[in-house]
Protein backbone atom coordinates (compact mmCIF):
# COMPACT_ATOMS: atom_id res chain seq x y z
CA UNK A 1 0.00 0.00 0.00
CA UNK A 2 0.84 3.79 -0.51
CA UNK A 3 2.77 5.11 2.65
CA UNK A 4 0.14 8.12 2.35
CA UNK A 5 -2.75 5.47 2.35
CA UNK A 6 -5.57 6.25 4.99
CA UNK A 7 -7.24 3.39 6.19
CA UNK A 8 -10.94 4.47 7.74
CA UNK A 9 -12.08 3.38 11.16
CA UNK A 10 -15.87 2.34 11.63
CA UNK A 11 -18.17 0.35 14.14
CA UNK A 12 -20.83 0.06 11.21
CA UNK A 13 -21.65 0.66 7.67
CA UNK A 14 -24.28 0.50 5.05
CA UNK A 15 -23.43 -2.88 4.00
CA UNK A 16 -23.59 -4.36 7.70
CA UNK A 17 -25.79 -4.66 10.31
CA UNK A 18 -25.93 -1.69 12.71
CA UNK A 19 -23.69 -1.71 16.29
CA UNK A 20 -26.63 -1.44 18.14
CA UNK A 21 -28.45 -4.43 16.58
CA UNK A 22 -25.63 -6.63 17.17
CA UNK A 23 -24.93 -5.75 20.45
CA UNK A 24 -28.13 -6.62 21.48
CA UNK A 25 -29.06 -2.59 21.77
CA UNK A 26 -26.77 -2.42 24.61
CA UNK A 27 -26.18 1.62 24.35
CA UNK A 28 -23.22 0.93 27.11
CA UNK A 29 -21.40 -1.28 24.51
CA UNK A 30 -21.64 1.63 21.68
CA UNK A 31 -20.30 4.23 23.65
CA UNK A 32 -17.03 1.39 24.70
CA UNK A 33 -16.33 0.92 21.42
CA UNK A 34 -16.45 4.45 20.21
CA UNK A 35 -14.49 5.42 22.90
CA UNK A 36 -11.45 2.53 22.16
CA UNK A 37 -12.31 3.98 18.04
CA UNK A 38 -11.60 6.98 18.90
CA UNK A 39 -8.21 6.79 20.77
CA UNK A 40 -6.87 4.94 17.42
CA UNK A 41 -4.52 6.89 15.12
CA UNK A 42 -6.38 7.58 11.75
CA UNK A 43 -9.95 8.80 10.47
CA UNK A 44 -13.01 7.94 12.01
CA UNK A 45 -16.17 7.25 10.19
CA UNK A 46 -19.67 7.86 12.01
CA UNK A 47 -22.43 5.79 9.79
CA UNK A 48 -25.44 8.33 9.97
CA UNK A 49 -27.87 7.31 13.57
CA UNK A 50 -25.06 5.47 15.12
CA UNK A 51 -24.95 8.73 17.17
CA UNK A 52 -28.79 8.74 18.00
CA UNK A 53 -28.86 5.60 18.45
CA UNK A 54 -30.69 3.62 15.46
CA UNK A 55 -31.54 0.79 15.53
CA UNK A 56 -32.57 -1.91 13.04
CA UNK A 57 -35.88 -4.47 13.31
CA UNK A 58 -34.21 -7.23 12.36
CA UNK A 59 -30.85 -8.88 10.31
CA UNK A 60 -29.82 -7.62 7.03
CA UNK A 61 -29.32 -11.79 5.92
CA UNK A 62 -33.06 -11.83 7.22
CA UNK A 63 -34.79 -8.67 5.64
CA UNK A 64 -32.18 -7.63 3.33
CA UNK A 65 -30.69 -4.24 3.10
CA UNK A 66 -33.09 -2.12 3.28
CA UNK A 67 -33.41 -2.83 7.17
CA UNK A 68 -29.95 -1.12 7.70
CA UNK A 69 -30.65 1.54 5.64
CA UNK A 70 -33.66 3.29 7.63
CA UNK A 71 -33.76 6.80 7.08
CA UNK A 72 -32.09 9.10 9.90
CA UNK A 73 -34.61 9.79 12.48
CA UNK A 74 -34.44 14.15 12.90
CA UNK A 75 -37.19 14.74 15.65
CA UNK A 76 -35.59 14.78 19.47
CA UNK A 77 -37.97 12.62 20.26
CA UNK A 78 -36.89 9.59 18.52
CA UNK A 79 -33.63 9.99 19.54
CA UNK A 80 -31.17 9.22 22.29
CA UNK A 81 -29.95 12.77 23.35
CA UNK A 82 -27.56 10.89 26.07
CA UNK A 83 -26.15 8.98 23.56
CA UNK A 84 -25.76 12.11 20.90
CA UNK A 85 -24.36 14.11 24.12
CA UNK A 86 -21.54 11.36 24.41
CA UNK A 87 -20.54 11.07 21.08
CA UNK A 88 -20.31 15.18 20.81
CA UNK A 89 -18.44 15.01 23.71
CA UNK A 90 -16.23 12.26 22.82
CA UNK A 91 -15.31 13.94 19.97
CA UNK A 92 -14.77 17.03 21.17
CA UNK A 93 -11.87 15.07 23.54
CA UNK A 94 -10.99 13.55 20.43
CA UNK A 95 -10.10 16.76 18.47
CA UNK A 96 -8.59 18.22 21.91
CA UNK A 97 -6.22 15.54 21.90
CA UNK A 98 -4.79 15.24 18.73
CA UNK A 99 -4.70 19.29 18.67
CA UNK A 100 -2.04 19.12 21.64
CA UNK A 101 -0.10 16.39 19.54
CA UNK A 102 0.57 19.22 16.44
Known sequence: F???LLMLRFL????MNRFLFVAGGDTQR???AMTDMLHLPGPVVIYYGTEIGLNQPASRIEQ????IRLPMVWEPAG?????LAFFGQAIHERRTRLNRTR
Do not use: V
Request: glycine share 6%.
Open 12 to 15: DNHD
Open 64 to 67: GMEC
Open 79 to 83: QDQEL
Open 2 to 4: PDD
Open 30 to 32: LRH
